[in-house]
């Protein structure tokens, strides 16, 4: 598909393309080691606060329309929060970018890769068509997120947490059928350890649903529909 082989075309140019500082002969200077080790502990500190947050939000009881307590169970919302915070992050790169320099600001997010595309501007891919393809993946994560939310009324955040990681095989899958990447050994043996912890973190949260009289199947269910939304 165009979406595919777009994606794939602006992976491989963010490769090929150096920066403009090799261009000048200035070695492109990255972020150190402490701050690399920041951005993971900050992404770490605020993925956990987002699933606490999301699940709490979800046990909360207020009186409803029909004037008894009911349970927030709006999945839904919870996907509206998660793309109006996305907003404020982009916000905040706008406003980065702006006051960043001039090469910065000329670093394209999305390449042109195709065979003529350095040759005849008239080639490149319109704003509107880029905006389109964007759409693709968007929509998909949109469903996603509410999938996962959907899947959090059912199970706890930490098995929440956990089926999370099935993102990786999915991740793995696409890059083989659309990326034609090509997979080694450790990386079999490394999705295979990921399968194997989801599946036994499945068992083991459904075994233990089951011994204290829950319900397997909401469980079930639940879990399912997290896996899938991984998948997006």
């Given at each position: 598909c165009d979406a595919g082989r777009f994606f794939g075309s602006s992976l491989k140019s963010r490769r090929q393309v150096p920066p403009a500082s090799h261009k000048m002969g200035k070695p492109a200077k990255g972020p150190s080691g402490c701050m690399i080790s920041m951005y993971i502990l900050g992404m770490l500190a605020t993925g956990t606060l987002n699933t606490l947050c999301t699940k709490i939000q979800f046990t909360l009881t207020s009186v409803g329309a029909e004037g008894r307590p009911e349970q927030f169970h709006k999945p839904w919302f919870a996907t509206l929060n998660m793309m109006f915070a996305m907003l404020l992050v982009g916000i905040v790169d706008k406003f980065a970018r702006s006051m960043s320099t001039k090469s910065a600001k000329a670093t394209p997010l999305l390449?042109?890769?195709?065979?003529?595309?350095?040759?005849?501007?008239?080639?490149?891919?319109?704003?509107?068509?880029?905006?389109?393809?964007?759409?693709?993946?968007?929509?998909?994560?949109?469903?996603?997120?509410?999938?996962?939310?959907?899947?959090?009324?059912?199970?706890?955040?930490?098995?929440?947490?956990?089926?999370?990681?099935?993102?990786?095989?999915?991740?793995?899958?696409?890059?083989?059928?659309?990326?034609?990447?090509?997979?080694?050994?450790?990386?079999?043996?490394?999705?295979?350890?990921?399968?194997?912890?989801?599946?036994?973190?499945?068992?083991?949260?459904?075994?233990?649903?089951?011994?204290?009289?829950?319900?397997?199947?909401?469980?079930?269910?639940?879990?399912?529909?997290?896996?899938?939304?991984?998948?997006?």
């Amino acid at each position: 598909c165009d979406a595919g082989r777009f994606f794939g075309s602006s992976l491989k140019s963010r490769r090929q393309v150096p920066p403009a500082s090799h261009k000048m002969g200035k070695p492109a200077k990255g972020p150190s080691g402490c701050m690399i080790s920041m951005y993971i502990l900050g992404m770490l500190a605020t993925g956990t606060l987002n699933t606490l947050c999301t699940k709490i939000q979800f046990t909360l009881t207020s009186v409803g329309a029909e004037g008894r307590p009911e349970q927030f169970h709006k999945p839904w919302f919870a996907t509206l929060n998660m793309m109006f915070a996305m907003l404020l992050v982009g916000i905040v790169d706008k406003f980065a970018r702006s006051m960043s320099t001039k090469s910065a600001k000329a670093t394209p997010l999305l390449f042109d890769a195709g065979p003529d595309a350095g040759k005849n501007s008239a080639n490149r891919l319109s704003y509107f068509r880029k905006a389109c393809l964007v759409s693709i993946p968007a929509a998909l994560d949109i469903l996603a997120t509410a999938f996962c939310a959907i899947g959090m009324l059912y199970i706890p955040a930490s098995v929440w947490q956990m089926l999370r990681g099935s993102s990786i095989v999915f991740a793995a899958i696409f890059s083989i059928v659309f990326l034609r990447r090509q997979m080694f050994a450790y990386n079999w043996l490394g999705l295979a350890l990921c399968v194997g912890g989801v599946g036994l973190v499945g068992l083991a949260s459904v075994s233990g649903d089951s011994s204290v009289g829950g319900d397997p199947a909401g469980m079930v269910f639940g879990m399912t529909i997290v896996v899938a939304g991984g998948g997006g």
